[in-house]
């Protein structure tokens, strides 16, 4: 059977997880009143969060936080969150999906992500490039997003490196039934969404589909436009449904299919890419004294990529096809054995594999003057065990996480015109064990006051796209190598949360993070990079928020300061003190909110990022960048209301890239006016 044979099998199969109805019979009031059993409430959502939650550094974004962005796009609900960063500064309306990675933390990266995102559970990495496809996340269906900092042990845990990104979808009965928004901006640009939820039995369905399109503005500056320069178009749609379902009075059934669909042109005219994606997972959830979460998934990616020439403005790379899969499931236990110990215990495996597919063409005539293919297959198996002890105001954490990772089947063949092999490599199967491990503590010292520590471990595999796929961002080729390893991430950290009146929180945490065998693009050439293992990233600094609420006024803000440098040696030696590629060294959101009456929100949103460099060498430097961006809500009748949103409010020019002087920019000044109901 196919993959989208099984996906539809998957789609068609949903609705027999809905209760069936009961059958007539003729009984007594006395009988009825004994046989009907007590309410199941359905959540959608997994297991409650570990007592140790509070042990690590974690931001938690509530539902109306959500839905209040004024871009509309989950990466800027995320910029609220402190050490939460992109590779690049571009959104993802502007920016080369393959370029969509995040991590957290100031680790440095090369695009992939070196921070875990999961939702509902589900990792939602691209199997072969390990971005995040941003624009298949609807916000408004999202009710909580939890981000925890620091190396993860739990599961999934080989890709939390630099921290774990849970979304939640939101509870079906905490809703409207339906939820809908339409909005335009000034460039016509425009946003549809739905979101209808339908009770079944006892359970529910939840369909939500999501279309973004728009002519996009010019990332040159106007100086650097030529006529072939075109405006960064996009057209993106996302479309899913979610069925909920009792199984018993402590055990729920959970299953999704989702697609989606995201065409974006860069730069020049042609320059155009496309990203699409399939997949479906189950989850079963039981709430019992033994508390269980099994899940299963299906990940099916595409990608293609055009890439223009800068002088002749025609191709010169068509990577058509970049197919890969991605399956997985784990299953977590929390046996109920010693009094006082919250045990968990599990298993987690993952498995990638894609293949690129692109040629090369003559910049003059068209004509194909090289066939390429290159991938392979990487794949972890883990094995966890954590528990948390609490012993009056102290709770303990420790966790032990074993995995079996393997790359096997790697390859990169290269064919000219005359169908001549140009270059070929069988890359060695290799795998390794690996163990990685976990340990804080939290003291309630006082009813306002908790302090915590904490230690830990953390593990990343290489992608495929960073060990077999060479691309080139004109003029600078970046190699790609096979011989990539795995990874490690040793660190700790200390903090504290303090609440010295009701209405004001206030966390502060300081950290000391290093990355061993991080991956980055190393200039070797005038344009020419490859990725390597540098010997260590190493960043400390410190991460804090203050929330305060009084009255109808309503104040977030948080911000990290990071001393981020790379430990070079041999090869690399060169580099050793300076800091990495696209990482800032401060970063802070202020958010200031305003609610006079239900349905009402108005609030501003202060941003600032500091100078970072585009490349390893930082001879080319990102300017620092203020924002001011701005929300309106007005309820005009019911769940109608009208929303005004506000983008860069000051046109501040935002450097996304630069490389030897050829510069694009951020989302200039934006103004939204739009409708929505349910919310």
């Known amino acids: 059977m196919t993959l989208r044979a099984r996906l539809l099998a998957c789609a068609l199969l949903l609705p027999v997880t809905a209760p069936l109805a009961a059958q007539e019979a003729e009984i007594t009031e006395d009988e009825l009143a004994e046989e009907i059993p007590e309410e199941i409430i359905v959540t959608g959502r997994g297991l409650d969060p570990a007592l140790s939650t509070g042990i690590y550094a974690t931001t938690t974004l509530e539902r109306d936080v959500i839905v209040a962005s004024p871009s509309g ?60 496809p941003l624009s ?67 359970g529910f369905a939840v369909a939500s589909g999501r279309w973004d399109r728009g002519q996009g503005f010019f990332t040159p500056p106007a100086d650097q436009r030529v006529p072939a320069t075109a405006r960064a178009a996009f057209d993106s749609w996302n479309a899913a449904l979610r069925t909920l379902a009792p199984l018993t009075d402590s055990v729920e059934v959970q299953a999704r299919v989702a697609v989606f669909r995201d065409a974006r042109t860069l730069r020049f005219a042609g320059a155009d890419s496309t990203s699409a994606g ?64 919250d045990i968990r215990i599990g298993a987690d495996y993952r498995r990638a594999d894609g293949a690129l597919q692109e040629e090369a063409l003559n910049a003059v005539s068209g004509a194909i003057t090289e066939r390429r293919r290159a991938g392979g297959v990487t794949s972890n198996l883990g094995i966890f065990l954590e528990d948390d002890w609490q012993i009056g105001p102290l709770t ?11 790359i096997t089947g790697g390859f990169y063949r290269a064919v000219g015109a005359n169908g001549l092999p140009v270059s070929t490599l069988i890359a060695p199967d290799r795998s390794d064990w690996s163990v990685n491990w976990r340990a804080g503590a939290l003291f309630y ?161 202060l941003r600032h990022v500091s100078a970072q460099f585009e490349d390893d060498r930082q001879s080319d430097r990102l300017a620092p960048a203020t924002t001011f961006d701005a929300f309106l809500a007005v309820p005009l009748r019911g769940q109608l209301a009208l929303v005004l949103r506000g983008e860069n409010l000051t046109d501040a020019a935002i450097i996304t890239r630069n490389q030897g002087g050829s510069i694009d920019l951020g989302v200039p000044r934006t103004l939204w006016l739009g409708l929505r109901y349910g919310f």
């Open 73 to 132: 796009r989950i990466e800027d609900v995320l910029r609220g969150v402190a050490g939460f960063q992109q590779f690049r500064r571009s959104d993802s309306r502007s920016a080369n999906p393959s370029a969509q990675g995040v991590t957290l933390r100031a680790l440095g990266g090369n695009a992939t992500s070196r921070a875990l995102v999961l939702l509902d559970g589900v990792p939602l990495a691209d199997p072969f490039f390990g971005y995040i």
């Open 136 to 202: 298949a996340i609807a916000p408004e269906t999202l009710g909580a997003i939890r981000v925890t900092r620091g190396g993860g042990s739990g599961p999934f845990g080989a890709g939390a490196l630099a921290g774990t990104i849970e979304l939640e979808s939101a509870e079906p009965g905490a809703v409207h039934p339906f939820m809908g928004n339409a909005a335009i901006n000034d460039r016509g640009e425009s946003e549809l969404s739905g979101v209808l939820t339908q009770s079944l039995g006892r």
């Open 278 to 341: 399939e997949e479906a997972s189950i989850r079963l959830v039981g709430r019992g004294d033994w508390q269980f979460d099994a899940l299963a998934y299906v990940q099916a990616r595409d990608f293609s990529n055009i890439v223009i020439s800068s002088t002749r403005f025609t191709p010169t790379l068509d990577q058509r096809r970049t197919p890969s899969t991605g399956i997985g499931g784990k299953f977590e236990l929390r046996p109920p054995l010693l009094e006082g110990h």
């Open 396 to 406: 303990l954490n420790g966790g032990l996480r074993a995995d079996h990772s393997s």
């Open 445 to 605: 010292a006082t009813r306002r006051l908790d302090l915590r520590a904490a230690a830990y471990t953390g593990l990343r595999l290489p992608t495929l796209n960073e060990l077999y796929r060479p691309f080139v961002v004109f003029p600078v080729t970046t190699e790609a190598n096979p011989d990539l390893v795995n990874e490690r991430l040793r660190g700790f950290e200390i903090g504290f949360d303090w609440q010295p009146v009701n209405e004001v929180v206030i966390a502060v945490t300081a950290f000391d993070n290093e990355v061993e065998n991080a991956i980055a693009n190393v200039t070797i050439a005038p344009n020419l990079r490859r990725r390597a293992n540098l010997p260590a990233i190493k960043a400390r600094g410190i991460e804090a928020s203050v929330a305060a609420k009084v009255g109808q006024v309503s104040l977030e803000s948080a911000l990290a300061w990071t001393d981020a440098q790379v430990r070079g040696a041999g090869p690399s030696a060169d580099l050793d003190g300076l800091r990495p590629a696209q990482t800032p060294e401060f970063a802070a959101t202020v958010t200031l909110g305003w609610e006079p009456a239900p349905g009402w929100r108005l609030a501003g949103t």
